[in-house]
């Protein structure tokens, strides 16, 4: 089976750059699938689980939003912020998630309500994500 190469990188750091046969990213509109070969595209990525196929193994990271690009020759991935599975600190992840509930269920004017529901979306992947990583063979 024929590779493209994958590039996932943030503002801070390369999370991810290697080749890959299957890319699954969540696109705006939905799930997006990405193999060798694909026409080019460009579009914008929500919050969601990011899944590579490389061999047999699959892996998963959870981006909080982005950009998708596809060329002829690699898959590149600017995401707002994105994390490893294996690297995804489940208690500062449930933190986060209570945070955000708390200031939901305040209601007081001071708060951002669309800031604390991005915050939570984003804590329930990385826990989903996390989870997901739990339940299959270490290392997934």
Known sequence: ???IRLDIV????VV???DVDVV???GIEGQLGILP????LMTTLREGELRVRKGGEEFLLAIS????EVRPDRIIVLADAAERAV???VARAEAAKRRAEEELSRRAPEVDTAQAEAALRRSLIRLQVAEKRRKRKPGA
């Open 65 to 68: 939003g982005g950009f998708l």
């Open 87 to 89: 690297e995804i600190d």
């Open 10 to 13: 943030t503002a801070e750091r």
């Open 1 to 3: 089976m024929s590779s």
């Open 16 to 18: 991810y750059s290697d």
């Open 37 to 40: 070969h694909h026409a080019p």
């Open 24 to 26: 699954v990213a969540p």
